[in-house]
């Protein structure tokens, strides 16, 4: 990242053009993509989800500010990127969760998930997932407690019911999950507004489609694979497409440019990772969704793979030659 924040570098693998693009503008186009789901969001959950996407904003936020205070740097909260972190936790919440829970995880994305690692482009994690993974380790029931959308009744996400073994005639229909007419995290339901948002984010040429495509991908093949073999059929892999996080994770989350790979090969190498973890923590953990985890512990070993991946220097010889 060079030192003037409006000169944004964008982190790829060589060679290496500046496009005249910024930290500031960039935030404002993820925010763009992020309204459809923010408006299916308010839609479905109402007053509720206002009440912890403020919150999470708002906490992500100040808790930037201060942090960047106290350890005396460049207070960067105009660019935007604690305002795209706070909604995007608050789109991995469901709308039960206690409001002061959500600025806990708010603080956690922000201080431990970002600021702790040096700020923006040095993290190492997804700050977002950070402090989902803390609120869901801390207060499991109230992270897991789901509310059907428009009439508030408890309810079961669409995956937890599969996990239960409810049989496919009694589950959320495709055209539901289609449009999020189906209990679960705020920005998680509308399969829709993520996708037309991931279209705009891949228009804008701020993610690259590797990412998205083989992480979907993967995750198609093996639950088709599943789907055959229990003969469930086609039904199967589509209903784990538009369920859970999976397209907020794999659109939003999965291609956050500092904590994936910078390397094409290294891109579909991680989307692959993420989509086959994702499948085995569904279909063999204990917890129905697999999202969070699979990309954070890809995460975790993204300077591996962009070593493995990194392209000759032209004019390079190997070492063994």
Known sequence: ?????????????????????????????????????????????????????????????????????????????????????????????????????????????????????????????????????????????AMTSWVAPLDGVTTATPLGMLKQGVIAEQLPSLWNLFIGNVGGSLGETSAVALILGGIYLLYKGHIDWRIPFSYLGTVFVFTLIVGFVIGEGLWYPLFHLLSGGLLLGAFFMATDWVTSPITKKGKIIFGIGCGLLTVIIRLMGGYPEGVCYSILLMNMITPLIDRYTKARVFGGVSKHA
């Open 1 to 141: 990242m060079m030192n003037n924040r409006e000169n944004l570098l964008i982190v790829s693998s060589s060679p290496h053009l500046h496009n005249g693009n910024s930290v500031a503008k960039a935030m404002r186009d993820v925010l763009i993509a992020l309204i459809p789901a923010l408006i299916a969001s308010l839609y479905f959950f109402g007053w509720a989800a206002a009440k912890v996407i403020i919150t999470c904003i708002l906490a992500a936020v100040l808790s930037e500010a201060v942090a960047q205070k106290i350890m005396k740097r460049e207070v960067t909260i105009d660019d935007g990127s604690a305002v795209v972190t706070g909604l995007l936790l608050a789109f991995c919440l469901p709308s039960t969760l206690p409001l002061w829970m959500a600025a806990i995880g708010a603080v956690v994305a922000i201080i431990i998930g970002k600021q702790m690692f040096g700020g923006l482009g040095n993290n190492i994690f997804n700050p977002a997932l950070i402090g989902r993974a803390v609120l869901l380790a801390s207060w499991p029931v």
